[in-house]
């Protein structure tokens, strides 16, 4: 379904393990990159590669909480939008996510 939605929009989701691939190649998937969707880890500072204005959205679940903020910190120098997602819970047949939409403005 959510496939079907981002495509109508003329873009595309696509699942990368970045541990799997050659630093050229993920510096390059990155840059590429209009949107980087993430757990909270050590895989979101990545986004200090990513195109001015592009976006980050981190999330957060299990013991990690939205008050860490070294991933909004990254996407504030970096000139991205940022927003954070807390996952409550999740089922195999159904999971809620809420948003709470945090817009990065740029630091001088």
Not at 14 to 35: N, P
Request: aromatic residues 6%; glycine residues 8%; proline residues 1%.
């Amino acid at each position: 379904e959510l496939r079907r939605r981002v495509a109508a929009h003329n873009m595309s989701i696509s699942m990368v393990d970045m541990g799997g691939l050659t630093l050229r190649t993920t510096l390059q998937l990155v840059r590429a990159s209009s949107v980087m969707i993430g757990v909270h880890g050590a895989g979101l500072v990545w986004a200090l590669f990513m195109r001015r204005h592009s976006g980050l959205i981190e999330i957060f679940g299990g013991n990690r909480l939205p008050g860490n903020r070294h991933y909004h910190n990254i996407a504030s120098l970096a000139d991205l939008h940022y927003e954070e997602a807390l996952i409550h819970s999740i089922s195999t047949n159904d999971w809620t996510l809420v948003c709470q939409k945090r817009h990065v403005e740029e630091l001088y």
